[in-house]
């Protein structure tokens, strides 16, 4: 499996146009909140209020061997909804990216690969998170038992890849990482002649 090649260029700049004046951790635990006074260019003092960049997220569109992508409906308590996304979640502390895909794939929907391609990185929240997304394709899964934690709440289904791309393209995928995952790996998946 080869990291695909814009993962390298997700790092910081080697000149910063903005200078740390000060820092104190607002939120500690998970989810880390830091509140930085900082100047701008000389011009100006502000606070800013982030999330620091180091953590890092696997989003996965499973595909199986018939040509059917497996997503997931799935609740989330902070829109107090249920919707539709891939498969995805948090990498650990010393974990490689892959070996992150890989678990939350048969974590989620018991799903093992054949195959993976890795798609673009990409920020989700630039302007107030430092965390990095790692979209890949899986493709020739074959699916068991899923191994879900205590706290999700997730269902696995089965659409046809034109039906995935339809709910993308009609807005019923809500989930921006998932929605661009979906659509980095159009392109794959029509180079493959599966969709």
């Not at 979640?89 to 974990?95: A, I, L, Q, T």
């Not at 068991?144 to 709440?153: C, H, N, R, V």
């Amino acid at each position: 499996m080869n990291a695909h090649p814009n993962w390298a260029g997700l790092t910081e700049d080697a000149e910063q146009p903005w200078k740390t004046l000060s820092s104190r951790v607002l939120v500690d635990g998970f989810r880390v909140v830091l509140e930085d006074r900082v100047e701008v260019e000389g011009r100006a003092e502000a606070l800013y209020q982030y999330r620091p960049r180091g953590p890092r997220a696997v989003f996965v569109l499973p595909v199986t061997r018939t040509g059917e992508a497996v997503l997931i409906r799935q609740y989330r308590y902070p829109l107090r909804a249920t919707i539709t996304e891939v498969v995805a979640g948090g990498v650990e502390r010393g974990e490689d990216l892959f070996s992150a895909a890989a678990r939350e794939l048969k974590e989620e929907v018991g799903g093992v690969a054949g195959e993976w391609v890795a798609l673009p990185g990409f920020y989700p929240q630039p302007s107030i998170s430092g965390v990095a997304f790692y979209p890949l394709l899986a493709l020739n899964v074959t699916l068991g038992e899923a191994e879900l934690e205590d706290t999700e709440t997730i269902e696995r289904r089965l659409v046809p890849l034109a039906e995935a791309y339809r709910m993308l393209e009609a807005g019923e995928i809500q989930d921006g990482p998932s929605s661009l995952t979906l659509w980095h790996a159009r392109q794959v998946l029509k180079a493959r002649g599966l969709l």
